[in-house]
Protein backbone atom coordinates (compact mmCIF):
# COMPACT_ATOMS: atom_id res chain seq x y z
CA UNK A 1 0.00 0.00 0.00
CA UNK A 2 0.97 3.50 -0.94
CA UNK A 3 1.47 5.81 2.30
CA UNK A 4 -0.02 9.17 2.27
CA UNK A 5 0.97 10.42 6.17
CA UNK A 6 3.94 9.26 7.86
CA UNK A 7 4.30 10.62 11.42
CA UNK A 8 8.05 10.63 12.62
CA UNK A 9 9.23 11.06 16.35
CA UNK A 10 6.80 13.36 17.60
CA UNK A 11 7.14 14.66 20.68
CA UNK A 12 4.76 16.86 22.70
CA UNK A 13 5.33 18.07 26.28
CA UNK A 14 2.48 19.56 28.86
CA UNK A 15 3.58 20.83 32.42
CA UNK A 16 4.12 17.39 34.05
CA UNK A 17 3.13 15.04 31.52
CA UNK A 18 4.79 13.81 27.75
CA UNK A 19 1.28 13.57 26.02
CA UNK A 20 3.36 11.99 23.04
CA UNK A 21 6.66 10.58 23.49
CA UNK A 22 8.88 9.96 20.14
CA UNK A 23 5.52 8.15 18.12
CA UNK A 24 6.06 7.62 14.73
CA UNK A 25 3.68 5.43 12.42
CA UNK A 26 2.17 5.88 8.78
CA UNK A 27 -1.43 5.87 7.31
CA UNK A 28 -1.98 4.90 4.24
CA UNK A 29 -3.80 5.79 1.13
CA UNK A 30 -7.35 4.66 0.78
CA UNK A 31 -7.23 3.26 4.68
CA UNK A 32 -8.97 3.23 7.73
CA UNK A 33 -7.04 3.66 10.52
CA UNK A 34 -8.09 3.50 14.20
CA UNK A 35 -6.44 5.30 16.85
CA UNK A 36 -6.51 3.28 20.37
CA UNK A 37 -5.41 3.95 23.98
CA UNK A 38 -6.91 4.58 27.07
CA UNK A 39 -7.97 7.63 28.24
CA UNK A 40 -4.78 10.70 28.30
CA UNK A 41 -2.79 7.97 26.06
CA UNK A 42 -2.44 11.22 24.09
CA UNK A 43 -5.07 10.55 20.68
CA UNK A 44 -6.76 13.83 20.45
CA UNK A 45 -3.04 15.43 21.12
CA UNK A 46 -1.60 13.32 18.20
CA UNK A 47 -4.99 15.04 15.78
CA UNK A 48 -4.37 18.43 17.04
CA UNK A 49 -0.96 18.52 15.70
CA UNK A 50 -2.31 16.71 12.64
CA UNK A 51 -4.91 19.06 12.37
CA UNK A 52 -2.81 22.23 12.91
CA UNK A 53 -4.64 23.08 16.19
CA UNK A 54 -0.92 22.82 18.19
CA UNK A 55 2.07 22.19 17.45
CA UNK A 56 4.84 19.53 18.29
CA UNK A 57 7.99 20.01 20.63
CA UNK A 58 9.65 17.83 18.13
CA UNK A 59 9.35 15.62 15.31
CA UNK A 60 7.64 16.07 11.85
CA UNK A 61 4.97 15.09 9.60
CA UNK A 62 5.02 14.35 6.32
CA UNK A 63 2.35 14.44 3.64
CA UNK A 64 3.40 13.01 0.11
CA UNK A 65 6.96 12.27 1.71
CA UNK A 66 7.28 16.33 1.90
CA UNK A 67 8.14 17.54 5.40
CA UNK A 68 4.75 19.58 6.10
CA UNK A 69 4.09 21.92 9.18
CA UNK A 70 1.18 24.07 10.09
CA UNK A 71 0.19 26.46 12.41
CA UNK A 72 -3.07 26.89 11.96
CA UNK A 73 -6.61 24.35 11.09
CA UNK A 74 -7.08 26.25 7.54
CA UNK A 75 -3.22 25.48 6.76
CA UNK A 76 -3.74 22.12 7.39
CA UNK A 77 -7.00 21.93 5.56
CA UNK A 78 -5.20 23.23 2.16
CA UNK A 79 -2.81 20.18 2.60
CA UNK A 80 -5.73 18.03 2.65
CA UNK A 81 -6.25 16.75 6.45
CA UNK A 82 -9.62 17.60 7.96
CA UNK A 83 -10.85 17.08 10.65
CA UNK A 84 -14.51 16.66 12.55
CA UNK A 85 -14.05 17.18 16.60
CA UNK A 86 -15.88 15.66 18.55
CA UNK A 87 -17.76 19.63 19.02
CA UNK A 88 -17.73 19.08 14.99
CA UNK A 89 -16.64 23.17 15.11
CA UNK A 90 -20.11 24.07 13.19
CA UNK A 91 -22.41 27.04 13.43
CA UNK A 92 -25.89 25.86 15.06
CA UNK A 93 -27.40 29.35 13.55
CA UNK A 94 -26.25 28.60 9.82
CA UNK A 95 -27.92 26.63 7.38
CA UNK A 96 -26.60 23.37 5.95
CA UNK A 97 -25.49 24.59 2.74
CA UNK A 98 -23.57 27.58 4.32
CA UNK A 99 -21.65 25.60 7.09
CA UNK A 100 -20.44 23.61 4.07
CA UNK A 101 -18.50 25.87 1.73
CA UNK A 102 -18.15 28.63 4.28
CA UNK A 103 -14.45 27.44 5.35
CA UNK A 104 -14.11 27.10 1.76
CA UNK A 105 -14.87 30.64 0.45
CA UNK A 106 -13.03 32.20 3.75
CA UNK A 107 -9.77 30.02 2.40
CA UNK A 108 -10.23 31.24 -0.96
CA UNK A 109 -9.98 34.81 0.33
CA UNK A 110 -13.62 35.23 -1.12
CA UNK A 111 -15.26 37.76 1.22
CA UNK A 112 -18.56 37.79 -1.10
CA UNK A 113 -20.30 34.98 -0.79
CA UNK A 114 -22.56 34.01 -3.30
CA UNK A 115 -25.41 32.30 -2.09
CA UNK A 116 -26.17 29.96 -4.81
CA UNK A 117 -22.51 29.36 -5.53
CA UNK A 118 -22.53 28.41 -1.91
CA UNK A 119 -25.11 25.63 -2.63
CA UNK A 120 -23.82 24.42 -5.58
CA UNK A 121 -20.70 23.04 -3.41
CA UNK A 122 -22.93 21.65 -0.93
CA UNK A 123 -25.11 20.12 -2.96
CA UNK A 124 -22.32 18.38 -4.56
CA UNK A 125 -20.77 17.36 -1.16
CA UNK A 126 -24.14 16.02 -0.01
CA UNK A 127 -24.67 14.20 -3.46
CA UNK A 128 -21.23 12.48 -3.41
CA UNK A 129 -21.95 11.42 0.09
CA UNK A 130 -25.33 9.70 -0.88
CA UNK A 131 -27.18 10.99 1.33
CA UNK A 132 -29.90 12.95 2.00
CA UNK A 133 -29.89 16.37 3.60
CA UNK A 134 -32.10 19.50 3.18
CA UNK A 135 -29.32 21.66 2.39
CA UNK A 136 -31.30 25.13 3.23
CA UNK A 137 -32.48 24.14 7.17
CA UNK A 138 -30.61 25.61 10.16
CA UNK A 139 -27.76 23.43 11.12
CA UNK A 140 -29.00 23.53 14.65
CA UNK A 141 -32.19 21.31 13.72
CA UNK A 142 -29.80 18.41 12.68
CA UNK A 143 -30.11 15.50 14.80
CA UNK A 144 -26.27 15.17 15.77
CA UNK A 145 -25.68 12.17 13.42
CA UNK A 146 -26.97 14.40 10.64
CA UNK A 147 -24.30 17.00 11.62
CA UNK A 148 -21.74 14.85 11.94
CA UNK A 149 -22.16 14.43 7.67
CA UNK A 150 -22.12 17.87 7.50
CA UNK A 151 -18.92 18.23 9.16
CA UNK A 152 -18.16 15.84 6.47
CA UNK A 153 -19.33 17.22 3.67
CA UNK A 154 -17.25 20.25 4.36
CA UNK A 155 -14.15 18.15 4.56
CA UNK A 156 -15.08 17.02 1.15
CA UNK A 157 -15.56 20.11 -0.59
CA UNK A 158 -11.67 20.73 0.73
CA UNK A 159 -10.73 17.57 -1.31
CA UNK A 160 -9.16 16.44 1.56
CA UNK A 161 -6.65 13.44 1.71
CA UNK A 162 -7.03 12.22 5.14
CA UNK A 163 -10.49 12.91 7.64
CA UNK A 164 -9.95 12.91 11.14
CA UNK A 165 -12.68 11.73 12.97
CA UNK A 166 -12.15 12.09 16.69
CA UNK A 167 -14.73 9.33 18.66
CA UNK A 168 -17.49 10.15 16.07
CA UNK A 169 -20.02 8.09 17.53
CA UNK A 170 -20.30 8.50 20.91
CA UNK A 171 -23.36 9.94 20.84
CA UNK A 172 -25.00 8.52 17.55
CA UNK A 173 -28.01 6.27 17.44
CA UNK A 174 -27.38 3.28 15.58
CA UNK A 175 -28.56 3.79 12.33
CA UNK A 176 -26.74 7.38 12.73
CA UNK A 177 -23.41 5.26 13.27
CA UNK A 178 -24.52 2.66 9.80
CA UNK A 179 -24.89 5.88 8.10
CA UNK A 180 -21.78 7.37 9.04
CA UNK A 181 -19.68 3.74 8.36
CA UNK A 182 -21.34 3.51 4.82
CA UNK A 183 -20.19 7.08 4.49
CA UNK A 184 -16.43 6.09 5.55
CA UNK A 185 -16.68 3.30 3.38
CA UNK A 186 -17.20 4.90 0.13
CA UNK A 187 -14.82 7.63 1.00
CA UNK A 188 -11.89 4.65 1.44
CA UNK A 189 -13.06 3.52 -1.98
CA UNK A 190 -12.58 6.92 -3.41
CA UNK A 191 -9.12 6.84 -2.19
CA UNK A 192 -9.18 8.84 1.04
CA UNK A 193 -7.87 8.08 4.26
CA UNK A 194 -9.68 8.22 7.52
CA UNK A 195 -8.21 8.52 11.11
CA UNK A 196 -10.63 6.78 13.07
CA UNK A 197 -10.63 7.36 17.54
CA UNK A 198 -13.02 5.46 19.29
CA UNK A 199 -13.64 3.78 22.51
CA UNK A 200 -15.96 1.40 21.15
CA UNK A 201 -13.91 -2.12 19.82
CA UNK A 202 -16.89 -3.69 18.16
CA UNK A 203 -17.17 -0.66 15.96
CA UNK A 204 -12.64 -0.45 15.39
CA UNK A 205 -12.66 -3.70 14.13
CA UNK A 206 -16.22 -3.67 11.88
CA UNK A 207 -14.59 -0.65 9.93
CA UNK A 208 -10.61 -0.22 10.29
CA UNK A 209 -8.08 -1.73 8.25
CA UNK A 210 -4.92 -1.16 10.75
CA UNK A 211 -4.95 -0.24 14.26
CA UNK A 212 -2.30 1.68 16.36
CA UNK A 213 -2.38 1.59 19.72
CA UNK A 214 -0.88 4.61 22.31
CA UNK A 215 -0.34 4.02 25.63
CA UNK A 216 0.79 6.90 28.10
CA UNK A 217 2.14 9.16 25.07
CA UNK A 218 4.54 6.08 23.53
CA UNK A 219 3.56 4.64 20.41
CA UNK A 220 2.83 0.43 21.12
CA UNK A 221 2.60 -0.75 17.45
CA UNK A 222 0.12 -1.03 14.44
CA UNK A 223 -2.06 -3.88 13.49
CA UNK A 224 -3.76 -5.36 10.67
CA UNK A 225 -7.34 -5.81 11.55
CA UNK A 226 -7.14 -9.58 10.63
CA UNK A 227 -3.63 -10.41 12.78
CA UNK A 228 -4.87 -9.23 15.92
CA UNK A 229 -7.75 -10.52 18.52
CA UNK A 230 -10.08 -7.86 20.62
CA UNK A 231 -8.34 -9.14 24.10
CA UNK A 232 -4.98 -8.74 22.62
CA UNK A 233 -5.62 -5.38 21.21
CA UNK A 234 -7.17 -4.96 25.09
CA UNK A 235 -3.62 -5.47 26.61
CA UNK A 236 -1.94 -3.88 24.24
CA UNK A 237 -3.70 -0.84 25.40
CA UNK A 238 -3.98 -1.18 29.06
CA UNK A 239 -0.88 -3.01 29.96
CA UNK A 240 -2.92 -6.13 31.34
CA UNK A 241 -6.00 -8.11 30.40
CA UNK A 242 -9.56 -6.68 30.92
CA UNK A 243 -12.78 -8.46 31.40
CA UNK A 244 -16.44 -6.85 32.01
CA UNK A 245 -17.63 -8.79 35.44
CA UNK A 246 -20.69 -9.46 35.26
CA UNK A 247 -22.32 -9.03 38.52
CA UNK A 248 -24.87 -11.32 40.07
CA UNK A 249 -28.26 -10.06 40.52
CA UNK A 250 -29.37 -8.53 43.41
CA UNK A 251 -33.03 -9.12 44.75
CA UNK A 252 -34.16 -5.75 46.18
CA UNK A 253 -37.76 -4.86 47.80
CA UNK A 254 -37.74 -1.39 49.61
CA UNK A 255 -38.83 1.53 47.17
CA UNK A 256 -37.61 4.14 46.99
CA UNK A 257 -38.14 5.97 43.93
CA UNK A 258 -41.82 5.37 42.21
CA UNK A 259 -42.49 7.12 38.87
CA UNK A 260 -46.65 6.75 38.48
CA UNK A 261 -47.89 7.19 35.10
CA UNK A 262 -45.68 9.81 33.86
CA UNK A 263 -46.30 11.31 30.56
CA UNK A 264 -45.48 14.18 28.34
CA UNK A 265 -46.28 15.17 24.90
CA UNK A 266 -43.71 14.68 22.05
CA UNK A 267 -41.31 13.10 24.37
CA UNK A 268 -42.71 9.70 26.54
CA UNK A 269 -46.29 8.31 27.71
CA UNK A 270 -47.26 6.20 30.66
CA UNK A 271 -43.99 5.58 32.15
CA UNK A 272 -44.29 3.57 35.44
CA UNK A 273 -41.77 1.95 37.34
CA UNK A 274 -40.29 1.72 40.75
CA UNK A 275 -36.51 1.93 42.02
CA UNK A 276 -35.74 0.04 45.16
CA UNK A 277 -32.99 1.11 47.87
CA UNK A 278 -29.58 -0.99 46.95
CA UNK A 279 -30.57 -1.40 43.28
CA UNK A 280 -29.16 -0.68 39.96
CA UNK A 281 -32.17 -0.44 37.57
CA UNK A 282 -30.87 -0.17 33.59
CA UNK A 283 -32.79 1.76 31.05
CA UNK A 284 -32.07 0.92 27.63
CA UNK A 285 -33.26 1.24 24.32
CA UNK A 286 -32.32 3.23 21.10
CA UNK A 287 -30.72 6.97 20.92
CA UNK A 288 -34.11 8.75 20.82
CA UNK A 289 -36.28 6.48 22.70
CA UNK A 290 -36.99 8.91 25.24
CA UNK A 291 -34.78 7.65 27.65
CA UNK A 292 -33.22 11.07 28.83
CA UNK A 293 -36.41 13.05 28.45
CA UNK A 294 -37.19 10.84 31.36
CA UNK A 295 -34.39 10.90 33.69
CA UNK A 296 -34.37 14.76 32.55
CA UNK A 297 -38.29 14.75 34.18
CA UNK A 298 -37.03 13.19 37.55
CA UNK A 299 -34.46 15.74 37.84
CA UNK A 300 -37.00 18.86 37.65
CA UNK A 301 -35.67 19.55 34.19
CA UNK A 302 -38.65 18.57 32.18
CA UNK A 303 -41.73 19.36 33.58
CA UNK A 304 -44.07 16.31 32.69
CA UNK A 305 -47.79 16.97 31.63
CA UNK A 306 -49.25 14.48 34.25
CA UNK A 307 -47.93 11.73 36.00
CA UNK A 308 -46.64 11.19 39.95
CA UNK A 309 -43.06 10.96 41.26
CA UNK A 310 -42.64 9.61 44.64
CA UNK A 311 -39.40 9.78 46.34
CA UNK A 312 -39.49 7.29 49.88
CA UNK A 313 -43.20 7.23 50.08
CA UNK A 314 -43.51 10.58 49.59
CA UNK A 315 -44.87 12.36 46.36
CA UNK A 316 -42.55 14.90 44.65
CA UNK A 317 -43.23 17.98 42.74
CA UNK A 318 -39.39 18.70 41.06
CA UNK A 319 -40.17 21.45 38.26
CA UNK A 320 -36.20 22.77 39.09
CA UNK A 321 -33.28 20.83 39.44
CA UNK A 322 -32.24 22.70 42.71
CA UNK A 323 -35.08 21.04 43.89
CA UNK A 324 -34.35 17.88 43.02
CA UNK A 325 -31.32 18.15 44.22
CA UNK A 326 -32.86 19.13 47.46
CA UNK A 327 -34.48 15.97 47.58
CA UNK A 328 -31.58 13.75 46.92
CA UNK A 329 -31.50 12.93 43.38
CA UNK A 330 -28.83 13.82 40.94
CA UNK A 331 -28.30 13.17 37.44
CA UNK A 332 -25.06 12.89 35.69
CA UNK A 333 -25.76 14.47 31.75
CA UNK A 334 -24.97 12.60 28.62
CA UNK A 335 -23.05 15.29 26.94
CA UNK A 336 -20.35 16.45 29.84
CA UNK A 337 -18.77 18.98 28.04
CA UNK A 338 -21.97 21.19 27.79
CA UNK A 339 -23.54 20.34 30.66
CA UNK A 340 -21.35 19.13 33.50
CA UNK A 341 -17.89 21.17 33.87
CA UNK A 342 -17.37 24.46 34.96
CA UNK A 343 -14.84 25.34 32.12
CA UNK A 344 -11.47 27.34 33.41
CA UNK A 345 -11.83 26.25 36.95
CA UNK A 346 -9.79 23.82 38.54
CA UNK A 347 -10.36 19.77 38.68
CA UNK A 348 -10.94 20.67 42.24
CA UNK A 349 -13.29 23.27 41.82
CA UNK A 350 -15.37 20.96 39.65
CA UNK A 351 -14.98 17.87 42.02
CA UNK A 352 -16.50 19.84 45.02
CA UNK A 353 -18.82 22.69 43.12
CA UNK A 354 -21.84 20.50 44.00
CA UNK A 355 -21.01 20.07 47.89
CA UNK A 356 -19.86 23.41 48.77
CA UNK A 357 -22.20 23.99 51.47
CA UNK A 358 -20.66 20.94 52.90
CA UNK A 359 -17.12 22.59 53.05
CA UNK A 360 -17.51 25.48 53.93
CA UNK A 361 -18.11 26.34 58.18
CA UNK A 362 -20.19 28.81 59.80
CA UNK A 363 -18.38 31.46 58.60
CA UNK A 364 -18.60 30.80 55.01
CA UNK A 365 -15.17 30.26 55.53
CA UNK A 366 -13.85 26.98 53.19
CA UNK A 367 -12.29 23.74 55.02
CA UNK A 368 -9.57 23.47 52.49
CA UNK A 369 -8.53 20.88 54.19
CA UNK A 370 -11.55 19.16 54.39
CA UNK A 371 -11.74 20.00 50.90
CA UNK A 372 -8.12 18.69 49.73
CA UNK A 373 -9.22 15.58 51.32
CA UNK A 374 -12.49 14.68 49.82
CA UNK A 375 -10.82 15.51 45.79
CA UNK A 376 -8.24 13.14 46.80
CA UNK A 377 -10.66 10.64 47.62
CA UNK A 378 -12.12 10.97 44.36
CA UNK A 379 -9.23 11.44 42.14
CA UNK A 380 -8.40 8.21 43.70
CA UNK A 381 -11.69 6.23 43.50
CA UNK A 382 -11.98 7.13 39.84
CA UNK A 383 -8.53 6.48 39.02
CA UNK A 384 -8.25 10.39 37.65
CA UNK A 385 -4.89 11.03 35.20
CA UNK A 386 -3.11 13.05 36.20
CA UNK A 387 -3.72 13.71 39.72
CA UNK A 388 -3.18 17.46 39.35
CA UNK A 389 -6.35 18.60 41.59
CA UNK A 390 -5.39 22.60 40.67
CA UNK A 391 -4.50 21.81 36.45
CA UNK A 392 -7.66 23.51 35.07
CA UNK A 393 -10.03 21.36 33.98
CA UNK A 394 -9.97 21.80 30.10
CA UNK A 395 -6.29 20.57 30.14
CA UNK A 396 -7.51 16.92 30.65
CA UNK A 397 -8.29 14.42 28.37
CA UNK A 398 -11.70 14.10 27.49
CA UNK A 399 -12.13 10.60 29.54
CA UNK A 400 -10.95 12.38 32.29
CA UNK A 401 -12.89 14.86 31.78
CA UNK A 402 -16.04 12.85 31.77
CA UNK A 403 -14.60 11.10 35.06
CA UNK A 404 -14.56 14.35 37.00
CA UNK A 405 -18.63 15.09 36.03
CA UNK A 406 -19.22 11.67 37.44
CA UNK A 407 -17.01 12.24 40.35
CA UNK A 408 -18.87 15.55 41.15
CA UNK A 409 -22.07 13.98 41.89
CA UNK A 410 -21.29 11.05 43.79
CA UNK A 411 -19.38 13.74 46.02
CA UNK A 412 -23.20 14.94 46.72
CA UNK A 413 -24.08 11.62 47.48
CA UNK A 414 -27.76 11.52 46.56
CA UNK A 415 -30.09 8.95 47.45
CA UNK A 416 -31.03 8.42 43.90
CA UNK A 417 -28.13 9.07 41.06
CA UNK A 418 -29.36 8.54 37.69
CA UNK A 419 -26.21 8.49 34.89
CA UNK A 420 -27.11 8.79 31.50
CA UNK A 421 -24.35 6.54 29.83
CA UNK A 422 -22.17 6.82 32.52
CA UNK A 423 -18.86 5.68 30.37
CA UNK A 424 -19.35 6.89 27.01
CA UNK A 425 -15.65 7.60 25.87
CA UNK A 426 -14.22 6.10 29.25
CA UNK A 427 -11.55 3.70 28.33
CA UNK A 428 -12.20 0.38 28.76
CA UNK A 429 -10.22 -0.34 32.29
CA UNK A 430 -11.76 2.55 33.60
CA UNK A 431 -14.79 1.43 32.93
CA UNK A 432 -14.68 -1.49 34.94
CA UNK A 433 -13.83 0.46 38.07
CA UNK A 434 -16.39 2.58 37.61
CA UNK A 435 -18.65 -0.17 36.93
CA UNK A 436 -17.27 -1.84 40.44
CA UNK A 437 -17.66 1.61 42.14
CA UNK A 438 -21.69 1.80 41.05
CA UNK A 439 -21.71 -1.59 42.26
CA UNK A 440 -20.60 -0.54 45.76
CA UNK A 441 -22.32 2.57 46.12
CA UNK A 442 -26.11 0.63 45.24
CA UNK A 443 -24.52 -1.93 48.12
CA UNK A 444 -24.41 0.73 50.85
CA UNK A 445 -27.78 1.95 50.03
CA UNK A 446 -28.21 4.41 47.04
CA UNK A 447 -30.60 3.51 44.33
CA UNK A 448 -29.09 4.00 40.96
CA UNK A 449 -30.88 3.96 37.60
CA UNK A 450 -27.94 3.31 34.38
CA UNK A 451 -29.02 4.87 30.88
CA UNK A 452 -27.07 3.29 28.92
CA UNK A 453 -26.59 1.94 25.16
CA UNK A 454 -24.02 -0.19 25.55
CA UNK A 455 -26.01 -3.51 26.07
CA UNK A 456 -22.75 -5.57 27.21
CA UNK A 457 -22.56 -2.98 29.93
CA UNK A 458 -26.45 -2.90 31.45
CA UNK A 459 -25.94 -6.34 31.22
CA UNK A 460 -22.96 -6.51 33.40
CA UNK A 461 -23.91 -4.29 36.19
CA UNK A 462 -27.70 -3.92 36.30
CA UNK A 463 -30.20 -5.61 38.68
CA UNK A 464 -32.95 -5.12 36.79
CA UNK A 465 -33.56 -3.68 32.99
CA UNK A 466 -36.42 -1.84 31.50
CA UNK A 467 -36.09 -1.33 27.84
CA UNK A 468 -37.90 2.12 25.61
CA UNK A 469 -39.06 2.18 23.02
CA UNK A 470 -40.43 5.46 21.49
CA UNK A 471 -41.42 6.75 24.40
CA UNK A 472 -42.79 3.85 26.32
CA UNK A 473 -41.49 1.20 28.44
CA UNK A 474 -41.47 -1.89 26.01
CA UNK A 475 -40.11 -3.91 28.61
CA UNK A 476 -38.73 -5.44 31.91
CA UNK A 477 -36.31 -7.91 32.55
CA UNK A 478 -34.60 -9.70 35.31
CA UNK A 479 -32.60 -11.91 35.99
CA UNK A 480 -29.22 -13.22 35.14
CA UNK A 481 -30.35 -14.96 31.88
CA UNK A 482 -31.05 -12.21 29.82
CA UNK A 483 -29.61 -12.01 26.61
CA UNK A 484 -28.35 -8.70 24.36
CA UNK A 485 -30.82 -10.10 21.71
CA UNK A 486 -33.48 -10.11 23.45
CA UNK A 487 -32.94 -6.43 25.00
CA UNK A 488 -32.53 -5.47 21.31
CA UNK A 489 -35.41 -7.13 20.43
CA UNK A 490 -37.18 -5.21 22.54
CA UNK A 491 -35.56 -1.90 21.48
CA UNK A 492 -36.79 -2.26 17.96
CA UNK A 493 -39.63 -4.64 17.25
CA UNK A 494 -43.41 -3.45 18.18
CA UNK A 495 -44.65 -5.22 21.24
CA UNK A 496 -46.21 -8.58 20.14
N1 LIG B 1 -3.66 21.97 27.21
C1 LIG B 1 -3.15 21.03 28.01
N2 LIG B 1 -2.45 21.35 29.10
C2 LIG B 1 -1.91 20.41 29.90
N3 LIG B 1 -2.03 19.08 29.68
C3 LIG B 1 -2.73 18.69 28.60
C4 LIG B 1 -3.32 19.63 27.71
N4 LIG B 1 -3.95 18.93 26.73
C5 LIG B 1 -3.76 17.62 27.00
N5 LIG B 1 -3.02 17.47 28.12
C6 LIG B 1 -2.59 16.20 28.71
O1 LIG B 1 -2.03 15.37 27.71
C7 LIG B 1 -2.35 14.01 27.94
C8 LIG B 1 -2.97 13.39 26.69
O2 LIG B 1 -4.27 13.92 26.50
P1 LIG B 1 -5.18 13.58 25.24
O3 LIG B 1 -6.32 14.51 25.28
O4 LIG B 1 -4.34 13.54 24.02
O5 LIG B 1 -5.66 12.10 25.59
P2 LIG B 1 -6.66 11.13 24.78
O6 LIG B 1 -5.88 9.94 24.37
O7 LIG B 1 -7.35 11.89 23.72
O8 LIG B 1 -7.68 10.67 25.93
P3 LIG B 1 -9.31 10.48 25.93
O9 LIG B 1 -9.57 9.08 25.48
O10 LIG B 1 -9.65 10.62 27.39
O11 LIG B 1 -9.91 11.53 25.08
C9 LIG B 1 -3.27 13.99 29.15
O12 LIG B 1 -2.51 13.65 30.30
C10 LIG B 1 -3.78 15.42 29.25
O13 LIG B 1 -4.09 15.77 30.58
MG1 LIG C 1 -9.43 12.51 23.42
Redesign the pocket.
Known amino acids: MERLIEIKKLTKI??G?R?LDDVSFTINKGEVHALV??????????IKILAGVITPDEGEILIDDKVESFSHPLEALQKGIAVTFQDLSLFPNLSVAENISISRKIEEGDMVLDWSEMKRIARKAIDELGVKLDINKKLGYLSIGNQQLVAIARALVHDAKLLILD?PTASLAKEDINALFRVVNLLKKRGMSILF?S?KLDEIFEISDRISV?RD?KYIGTYPKEEITEDELISYMVGRKVRYTRYDKRKRQEPLLEVKNLSKKNNFKDISFTLNRGEILGITGLVGAGRTEVAQAIFGNNVPDSGEIYLEGKRINNDSTSKALKTGIAYVPESRQTQGLVLGKSLADNITVTILDRITNGLNLLDKRLKTGIVREWIDKLNI??AYPD?QI???????QQKAVIAKWLAYNPKVLIVDEPTQ?I?IGAKSEIHKLLRDLAEEGMGIIVISSELPEVLAICDRILVMRRGRIAGEFTGDDVTQEELLNKAITKAG
Open positions: YPVAGENGAGKSTLEVHLGKPMDQFSGGNGD
